[in-house]
């Protein structure tokens, strides 16, 4: 690897790695607004958003990274699948919860609340296993 390659990979990781922080400082933001249903809604939206593109970038990386070799072709499959089970989990974790709310009102605020939770932790496992990799590669 070239020096401008790992600075590049490393500028990336940074940026990827200060997205948490704010996301999870605006959606505490949210739980703050209390007087106006709408208004939180549309604050955790926001989150949601943002979440959702932080683990995007993150599902990319590591198919960027996996299919560049033949010999992580297997590799890069379990990945997606992994992927693709999270996804389903996720919705399906988050849907019982909100069908489960005795509040309907509030059940999108339930369901969103559920939704970037686990796909913060979701971001979390992959930038674990992202320091793991590179620790082994030392």
Not at 7 to 21: Q, V
Not at 35 to 53: G, P, Q, Y
Not at 59 to 66: A, K, P, R, S
């Amino acid at each position: 690897m070239t020096i401008k390659y790992l600075s590049i990979i490393t500028l990336f990781s940074l940026s990827i790695m200060a997205l948490p922080i704010q996301a999870a400082k605006t959606s505490a933001q949210c739980e703050e607004i209390k007087d106006n249903i709408i208004k939180t809604s549309r604050c955790f939206d926001t989150v949601k958003l943002a979440v959702e593109r932080e683990l995007q970038m993150w599902v990319n990386n590591y198919t960027l990274n996996l299919g560049n070799s033949p010999e992580n072709r297997p590799n890069l499959r379990m990945f997606k699948r992994s992927q693709n089970s999270f996804v389903t989990f996720r919705e399906n974790s988050c849907r019982w919860q909100y069908l489960s709310s005795k509040e309907k009102i509030r059940a999108d605020i339930i369901y969103k609340r559920c939704y970037i939770s686990l796909s913060q932790q979701r971001i979390k496992e992959l930038s674990l296993i992202e320091l793991n990799i590179s620790k082994l590669k030392k």
